[in-house]
């Protein structure tokens, strides 16, 4: 240590203007405080089975100098994207991904995502577009004839991307205008883009990389519009890379983050592609030219088709943990660092005062109840991939579908509220560029619209409770696990009283699991009445539906998600502690935390009747307690978590906790930090002005 001190001011004397810098041991001093925890334990409970290989991925990136984070912060749009296809072609080839390697583990290209995201979603998603959006919609799709597609991509001999949404329609894609009418005679297709807003928009990696697409176009039979479908059609040379004639590709522009992904545009003339473009895994044309579907009612080939496409959404979930790893990273250590006020000479840590703790620590507790959820995810991904494959329609898939659009929706409003809690927790040195605080927050901004907006989305898992509830109103048991627990019994419902007296009661388990229960329950309750209400007096059910969404049905989704999400954490702190009982105990009381955050959030619908004054009080009460007690050892579970220094790129995050100094370093670095401006002329001429 004593090394490392010294070392860190010769380093800073030789180089700088500033005063030397004493080496800072307030984050030292904060590691060695509260409970003691297995930080091995914990990360390897983390990431699972994926663990070696995730650290492999993330030692490449280390050891590699084309991450660099410092170097990026100036970079031009069109630099940040060739920086990124560096990375990608670098890490690519060492990760030795392949065919193969892949069809070995399902969840194998996500861990390269992982490792990637924790650096920049911008390169994690220019990869993950071509490896899960692209790749798994040839996959989902198609048949047999398609895998020479699938195979070229793993090996990255074309480069594709993901052509669903249109300047006009992104949520309701059953509108999409592109169309691609069947010619028998030639046994081809013909796509065109019959106006202005039936242009493919946003899709990521076509404006400057692709040569080939995922399409979703209207197919046209015979004259009849048989819905949406997907083909697989090369858009630019392999060699050339020139547009092919019929197709024409444009940049999206500059937009407010993710520099590094090339989003673009495509209009099609006449674009003329052979019939084994059509992924025909659901419909078919017949070699006499008949449309041919296995899914008989038009309205439900769109969904059935869409359901396998599901990997891109757990990729959200995860990008909202990992965002909220890295703003937390920052936050943590630098409050452990920072100083400001006190009632004597020595200043405190801004992580002592109770209102900094409830800022950051309920987010500490979220991130591990997202993580949970993520490795139920990740657990049932594959199962339900091939459950799709054998009944599209099975319980499982749709439950799966239900849980994972809540929690989509869920975790990118937790991430998005988590960050500029962050970033104001780091005042205004949070502001500045190298606190990575900027750029993580418009890089997350996006996980609540794609990959389907979170308010649309959740309507889906709203809609999925209702068809559940009707069974049982049919006489049906619920036939999903995961809504046991509904009970549509209003008389029982409205005497509900809590039981809990004080916080030890509070905190048990089942209290927590009762109250919450209750919670879903009521909401339903309400939604039901709404919507009987809102039916009454609509003109039809789209109608109704619309209006019950406020205050409803999007709580209604909403509460489910975090209901899972909390059974979820529940169990991931229960193996936890058979592998280390110190450790588990800590992540128990982030559970808590958890739980107890969420009744007091929706504290105004308990009060209605359930819980009253003083039990209210005492929730508050277990809130600031517990945010008191995870603060004292929060440095030690954020050290277990956190990406090393050159992945996270924060230089108030830095695990050695010499913020100022590496603050210093960075904007002594930075372009024209010390030279006079090249406008100086323009500034003397303004002086000359004021002076005549
Ligand atoms: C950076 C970026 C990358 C992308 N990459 C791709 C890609 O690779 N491929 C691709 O196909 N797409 C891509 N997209 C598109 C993305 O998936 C869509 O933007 C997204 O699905 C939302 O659709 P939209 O833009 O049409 O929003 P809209 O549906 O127009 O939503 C606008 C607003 O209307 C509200 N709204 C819509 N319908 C309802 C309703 N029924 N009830 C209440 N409110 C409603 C929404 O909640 C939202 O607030 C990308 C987008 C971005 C920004």
Not at 96 to 111: F, H
Not at 649 to 660: D, E, H, K, T
Request: aromatic share 10%; charged share 25%; proline share 3%.
């Amino acid at each position: 240590m004593l090394g490392i001190k010294r070392l860190s001011l010769i380093n800073n004397h030789l180089s700088s203007q500033f005063p030397p810098i004493p080496y800072d041991e307030s984050l030292d001093n904060y590691r060695k405080r509260g409970e003691e925890i297995n930080k091995e334990v914990l990360l390897r409970h983390i990431f699972g089975d994926s663990y070696e290989r995730i650290i492999t991925f993330r030692n490449h990136m280390k050891n590699d100098p084309i991450f660099n984070h410092h170097d990026e912060a100036e970079f031009s749009r069109s630099k940040k994207r060739e920086r990124v296809v560096q990375q990608i072609a670098s890490i690519y080839f060492k990760a030795i991904i392949s065919y193969e390697y892949c069809k070995a583990g399902p969840l194998r290209k996500y861990e390269l995502l992982y490792a990637l995201c924790d650096y920049d979603i911008a390169v994690a998603t220019r990869i993950s577009i071509h490896l899960v959006l692209y790749i798994d919609a040839i996959e989902t799709l198609g048949t047999s004839k398609h895998l020479e597609h699938i195979k070229r991509a793993y090996s990255l001999l074309d480069y594709g991307c993901f052509g669903m949404t249109e300047l006009g329609h992104g949520s309701n894609v059953a509108k999409l205008e592109t169309t691609a009418t069947y010619d028998h005679s030639t046994r081809e297709f013909i796509i065109n883009s019959p106006t202005a807003t039936s242009a493919k928009w946003w899709i990521g990696g076509l404006g400057k990389t692709s040569n080939k697409s995922v399409l979703f176009a209207r197919l046209i039979v015979e004259g009849v519009d048989k819905g949406i479908n997907a083909f697989i059609i090369p858009i630019r040379d392999n060699q050339t890379h020139d547009s092919l004639p019929g197709v024409i590709i444009g940049d999206c522009g500059k937009k407010i983050g993710l520099d590094g992904i090339d989003n673009g545009f495509m209009l099609f003339k006449n674009y003329r592609v052979p019939y084994d473009s059509l992924l025909d895994k659901f419909s078919s044309i017949t070699n006499d030219g008949k449309f041919k579907s296995i899914i008989s009612v038009k309205e439900k080939r769109l969904g059935t088709m869409m359901v396998g496409l599901i990997g891109g959404r757990v990729a959200v979930v995860s990008a909202a943990e990992q965002h909220m790893k890295i703003g937390l990273t920052a936050a943590l250590r630098f409050s452990a660092v920072r100083k400001q006020f006190s009632s004597d000479e020595i200043e405190n840590p801004i992580l002592d005062y109770p209102l900094q703790r409830y800022k950051l620590i309920p987010h500490l507790a979220s991130l591990f109840a997202i993580r949970s959820i993520l490795l139920w995810c990740n657990k049932h991904l594959p199962i339900v991939q091939q459950k799709i494959n054998e009944n599209p329609e099975a319980i499982e898939v749709s439950e799966y579908h239900a849980i994972l659009s809540a929690c989509k929706g869920v975790a990118s409003w937790y991430s998005s509220s988590c960050l500029q809690q962050c970033r104001e927790a780091c005042g205004g040195l949070g502001y500045s560029y190298y606190a990575t605080l900027g750029r993580i927050i418009m890089n997350d901004n996006i996980g609540s619209t794609w990959e389907g907006d979170s308010g649309v989305l959740i309507q889906q898992t709203a809609k999925f409770i209702f068809k559940q509830v009707q069974r049982n109103f049919k006489g049906h048991a619920i036939d999903a696990p995961s809504l046991k627990c509904i009970k549509v019994d209003h008389e029982k419902l409205m005497q509900f009283k809590a039981k809990f007296e004080n916080s030890e009661q509070l905190e048990n388990e089942n209290s927590l699991f009762e109250l919450i229960e209750y919670r879903l329950n009521y909401i339903l309750y309400q939604s039901l009445m709404k919507l009987q209400e809102a039916t009454g007096n609509s003109k039809d059910m789209f109608e109704a539906w619309n209006k019950s969404q406020v205050f409803y049905l999007q709580e209604l989704a909403k509460t489910y998600g975090e209901y899972i999400m909390m059974r979820e954490f529940a169990k991931f702190v229960k193996e936890l502690e058979e592998k280390c009982e110190k450790t588990g105990k800590v992540l128990r009381k982030f559970f808590v935390l958890f739980s107890v955050g969420l009744i007091q959030k929706y504290s105004a619908s308990f009060q209605d009747s359930a819980i009253n004054a003083h039990q209210a009080k005492v929730v508050r009460e277990s809130v600031v307690r517990l945010c008191g007690e995870l603060a004292e050892v929060s440095i030690k579970v954020i050290d277990a978590i956190a990406p090393p220094d050159s992945i996270h790129g924060s230089v108030l995050g830095v695990a050695n906790g010499q913020i100022y100094a590496k603050l210093i370093e960075q904007v002594e670095k930075a372009e024209e930090v010390y030279d006079k401006p090249h406008w100086l002329p323009l500034l003397q001429k303004i002086k000359q002005i004021k002076k005549t």
